[in-house]
């Protein structure tokens, strides 16, 4: 299992990014997917998660209406749009599958907020 992301970057307060996790080594049709959030000195936390078919998202409270899950099948990839982005979503953000209750992580990729 392999799940490597791409898009991060600094961008300004009021700024988007389109994160990226493409996946490999598994049925990625058969699993919901999920981006978790790390920033220093907190807890990693779930930003989002999707089902294996699309048709399902959640977000956290604090994303909600900003961010936007989605995936592409045909392409195992799983992507998280973010828009008006603040300064405290600043963190790695991590794509995670968990498969036959073992999660699989990729390295993450830094966001940055600032102006």
């Known amino acids: 299992v392999q799940l490597v992301e791409s898009g991060g970057g600094l961008v300004q307060p009021g700024g988007s990014l389109r994160l990226s996790c493409a996946a490999s080594g598994f049925t990625f049709s058969s699993y919901a997917m999920n981006w978790y959030r790390q920033a220093p000195g907190k807890e990693r936390e779930l930003v989002a998660a999707?089902?294996?078919?699309?048709?399902?998202?959640n977000y956290a409270d604090s994303m909600k209406g900003r961010f936007t899950i989605s995936r592409d099948n045909a392409k195992n990839t799983v992507f998280l749009q973010m828009n008006n982005l603040k300064p405290e979503d600043t963190a790695v953000y991590y794509c995670?599958?968990?498969?036959?209750?073992?999660?699989?992580w990729g390295q993450g990729t830094q966001v940055t907020v600032s102006s």
């Open positions: 999707i089902s294996s078919t699309g048709r399902s998202a």
């Open positions: 995670h599958a968990r498969i036959r209750d073992v999660a699989y």
